[in-house]
């Protein structure tokens, strides 16, 4: 073919293009914190916890998790209000209990900078500048020994 790409090029192309996106979303993320509370589970994922058993139960040689997250979507959309309301309550209380968690982290990270802010204002500036004089000074000895 004359002035047509061959299909090794474009796939080539298109690599370059998915690396490109993927690095600069992750670059933009902020660190997590470990001591963040996690999310409560909605409704369909609490009712998703006693369906894998149920289901490993009757079906002990299925290996697949795309089989058991097909089969319980199905069987959630199959459910009556009436029979979704145990599971919508525990979503309701596991979500209080989030807030109330995430309320008290907030007041601990609120808390927590406050307290670096006051031990940052508490040294004098002599002091700080006291600090910096002898960084100076290590480096001269470290440059004089090596003389």
Do not use: I
Not at 22 to 43: E, F, L, Q, V
Not at 119 to 135: L, Q, W
Request: charged share 40%.
């Amino acid at each position: 073919m004359k002035g047509g790409k061959s299909k090794t090029e474009t796939k080539n192309t298109k690599l370059a293009v998915n690396k490109k996106g993927k690095a600069g979303a992750k670059s933009g993320k902020a660190a997590k914190d470990p001591n963040m509370p996690k999310r409560p589970a909605s409704a369909f994922f609490v009712f998703m916890e006693e369906f894998r058993e149920t289901f490993k139960k009757d079906h002990p040689k299925n290996k697949s998790v795309a089989v058991v997250g097909k089969a319980g979507g199905d069987k959630w959309k199959s459910l009556s209000e009436a029979e979704k309301a145990p599971y919508v309550a525990k979503a309701v209380k596991r979500k209080a209990e989030y807030e109330k968690n995430m309320k008290a982290y907030n007041k601990r990270q609120a808390e927590g900078t406050k307290e670096e802010e006051e031990v940052e204002s508490e040294k004098s500036m002599s002091e700080v500048n006291d600090e910096d004089d002898e960084e100076e000074g290590s480096e001269e000895v470290r440059w004089n020994d090596t003389v």
